[in-house]
């Protein structure tokens, strides 16, 4: 793939992506520069590993589910033979999305331009009027005549990845420590699988992805920004007798203080990725026993225990897949622009577990994730301020300095010195040059 390595501002200068990030700071046009967004597209979202969807969302054979990867469209469908192809949507014969819906079952796929049909692995099945093609370089079996398969799809425990880049790291390099939220969530299925709960809930943000990613990893921002909504929740609570676990409980528990989130641990790993330990109780409610009872019995005890004590509130795989495991949730972001972000949010199954855990995660999507939840929308309105001031040419730079001496390396990670350190965007940054910078 042959990319662009540098944009140029509004005076024609050349705009160098490691000129962007320092230290401890950030340039604004990394947010906000329309020709940055473009460099990433083809220097981020074209080489990493990008999550599609889950094996769940096509059980049968000719099941599709429509996305994209980076500023490709795909469609991630299974097959006749039982596995999944993520394919480039976009029929080779003019160019015309061949999938416009987002999901659906079509055996085969048929373009409906010209009539081309193709099957589930992307092979082109038939031409119409093919006799106008006789004596012409037009090869019905060239690959390239059919719908393309991605360069590289990786299923890991039924998560659909892919990478628009035929070489590069692979998955299990590239996921690192990243992968440890996405497994937590499959170990905690009594029956060792997961799968989707219906369809996502879409909201289109109106500031960059990585404004979003930032607000991810700070701790800081609950006791400001949710401090009303989460008081409520807590009056509610005293007020009423009926308890919804996984609802305004979640909501309740964001009304911390700076000093209560400085007790979270924040880790912050190669390639961008991080984990957030908080606000994960341990299973609960009437059906916890007979839970961690089949736990046991699938995993043994010891290894039940370590699972459900693993408690990260939020793990993230820069730069698309945000982990909340402990509720069930999952979030992907679909940036669209440098100032727009399509937000999917994932509500999954425990395959084995009781009941109540699908209510439980169901109203937890609801009330903390949905597009009409009480905790996002205080979220949204602070990304979209951040995007608006960074629009503003007078200043330039955002600030990343909290915590920045107290870090502590683990290995190949670090640990940032309390909850409130911005360790994890400044790591995220300084992978985000690394993408923007290689060769
Ligand atoms: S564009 Fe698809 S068949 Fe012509
Ligand atoms: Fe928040």
Same mark, same amino acid.
């Given at each position: 793939m042959t990319v662009a390595t540098s944009a140029r501002d509004a005076s024609g200068a050349d705009l160098d992506?490691?000129?962007?990030?320092e230290a401890e700071r950030v340039h604004r046009r990394a947010y906000v520069d329309p020709e940055i967004f473009e460099l990433e597209m083809d220097l981020i979202f074209g080489r990493s590993w990008i999550y599609v969807g889950h094996e769940s969302q096509i059980p049968q054979a000719g099941d599709y589910f429509t996305t994209q990867v980076g500023r490709q469209p795909v469609i991630m469908t299974r097959h006749t033979d039982g596995q999944i192809y993520v394919l480039?949507?976009? +029929?080779?014969?003019?160019?015309?999305?061949? +999938?416009?819906?987002?999901a659906g079952h079509s055996r085969p796929f048929v373009c409906m331009y010209h009539g081309w049909s193709f099957d589930g692995? @992307?092979?082109?099945r038939s031409v119409p009027a093919?006799? @106008?093609?006789?004596?012409?370089?037009?090869?019905?079996?060239?690959?390239?005549? %059919?719908l393309k398969q991605l360069p590289r799809v990786q299923n890991h425990r039924g998560f659909i990845f892919a990478s628009l880049?035929?070489? %590069?790291?692979d998955f299990k390099t590239w996921a690192g420590k990243g992968l440890r939220g996405l497994d937590n969530l499959v170990d905690r299925a009594p029956a060792g699988e997961v799968e989707v709960i219906g369809d996502c809930y879409r909201t289109v943000q109106n500031n960059n992805w990585k404004i979003f990613l930032d607000n991810?990893?700070? @701790?800081?921002?609950t006791s400001f920004v949710h401090n009303q909504m989460a008081k409520a929740a807590q009056k509610t609570i005293a007020r009423t007798a009926v308890r919804r676990p996984g609802g305004l409980d979640v909501a309740a528990?964001?009304?911390?203080?700076p000093e209560q989130m400085a007790r979270m641990d924040l880790v912050a790993h190669p390639g961008g990725h991080f984990d957030m330990v908080a606000f994960a109780p341990p299973p609960s409610g009437p059906d916890a026993d007979q839970y961690k009872a089949s736990m046991e019995a699938f995993h043994g005890k010891e290894r039940a225990e370590a699972i459900l004590k693993e408690s990260y509130h939020s793990v993230l795989m820069f730069p698309t897949l945000v982990m909340q495991q402990s509720l069930q949730q999952m979030r992907v972001i679909r940036p669209i622009s440098a100032n727009k972000t399509l937000l999917e949010i994932w509500v999954f199954c425990l395959k084995g577990a009781p009941e109540s855990f699908v209510r439980r995660a169901v109203t937890g999507g609801n009330v903390g994730?949905?597009?009409?939840?009480?905790?996002a929308a205080d979220d949204f309105e602070s990304y979209y301020r951040v995007h608006a001031g960074l629009e503003s040419p007078q200043t330039d730079w955002v600030l990343l300095h909290r915590g920045a001496r107290q870090d502590v390396p683990q290995g190949s990670s670090i640990k940032g %010195?309390? %909850?409130?350190?911005e360790v994890c965007m400044r790591n995220m940054f300084h992978a985000w040059r690394d993408y923007m910078t290689a060769q």
């Open positions: 992506p490691a000129s962007l990030v480039e949507n976009r +029929c080779p014969h003019k160019g015309a999305l061949v +999938c416009p819906e987002r692995d @992307g092979a082109l093919r006799s @106008g093609y006789e004596g012409t370089s037009f090869d019905p079996k060239d690959p390239a005549n %059919g880049a035929a070489d %590069g790291p991810m990893s700070d @701790g800081m921002h528990m964001l009304a911390g203080e994730n949905s597009p009409s939840n009480v905790v %010195g309390d %909850g409130n350190s």
